[in-house]
């Protein structure tokens, strides 16, 4: 089992930055890719970022691309999201994810372990 708890959500005028945190505990967090996703209100979740176990690679979706960062730290089984520029389209449930693989796509069904998710509100 690998459990996974976000942080770092909040509000935040459009235009500026927010880091969210995803702490992994359990099984070895290396063994996973890990990957962001985020759910608006009265939307389907949709899948934002994915970095592979090493960090060495990195996947966005189109809509955040340029904008937002994802970076991990293995020494510390944290996975990060910089979200620079935010937009209030921005706002949503985020929530991380661990996978087999990382992944330029995904729907969320080939997840492993999600987390409970942090509250982003960007305010125009």
């Known amino acids: 089992q690998v459990q996974l708890v976000e942080s770092g959500g909040g509000l935040v005028q459009a235009g500026g930055s927010l880091r969210l945190s995803c702490a992994a505990s359990?099984?070895?967090?290396?063994?996973?890719?890990m990957n962001w996703f985020r759910q608006a209100p009265g939307k389907e979740r949709e899948f934002v970022s994915s970095?592979?176990?090493?960090?060495?690679?990195?996947y966005y979706a189109d809509s955040v691309k340029g904008r937002f960062t994802i970076s991990r730290d293995n020494a510390k089984n944290t996975v990060y999201l910089q979200m620079n520029s935010v937009k209030p389209e921005d706002t949503a449930v985020y929530y991380c994810?661990?996978?087999?693989?990382?992944?330029?796509?995904?729907?969320?069904?080939?997840?492993?372990?999600w987390g409970k998710g942090t509250l982003v509100t960007v305010s125009s």
């Open positions: 970095i592979t176990w090493s960090g060495s690679r990195t």
């Open positions: 994810a661990a996978g087999r693989l990382a992944t330029s796509e995904s729907s969320g069904y080939d997840m492993d372990y």
């Open positions: 359990g099984r070895t967090f290396t063994s996973y890719a």
